[in-house]
């Protein structure tokens, strides 16, 4: 398994944007389908964006396209998670998820086996 470290969230107005990190550890990391999930307080786990092992492919939930872009950089081993035109609802903690079944292109958490910690983000208005 992958171990995972999200780091850079924090407080910004709504509108603004916030770049998330996830530090990934393990040699295996170049073969992982990566992505991010968020969780607000009372609702559920809600599936953010996903990127292919080599970087080509994303895929993003509904609620983000268009404002939020996920990419990675296998050399680094690194996610990241670019939020942009911010609203209150993108309030939760982000979290940044692996997988090592290949193409696995799809949203559902319980695909996902290695788990990061999160990193709050709170947009205020």
């Known amino acids: 398994q992958v171990q995972l470290v999200e780091s850079g969230g924090g407080l910004v107005q709504a509108g603004g944007s916030l770049r998330l990190s996830c530090a990934a550890s393990?040699?295996?990391?170049?073969?992982?389908?990566m992505a991010w999930f968020r969780q607000a307080p009372g609702k559920e786990r809600e599936f953010v964006a996903g990127?292919?092992?080599?970087?080509?492919?994303?895929y993003y939930g509904d609620s983000v396209k268009d404002r939020f872009i996920i990419s990675r950089d296998n050399a680094k081993k690194m996610v990241y998670l670019q939020m942009n035109s911010l609203i209150l609802e993108a309030t939760a903690v982000y979290c940044c998820?692996?997988?090592?079944?290949?193409?696995?292109?799809?949203?559902?958490?319980?695909?996902?086996?290695?788990w990061g910690q999160g990193t709050q983000v709170t947009v205020s208005s």
């Open positions: 998820a692996a997988t090592g079944r290949p193409n696995f292109y799809s949203g559902s958490a319980s695909g996902f086996s290695s």
């Open positions: 393990g040699d295996t990391f170049s073969t992982y389908v």
């Open positions: 990127i292919s092992w080599n970087g080509i492919i994303p």
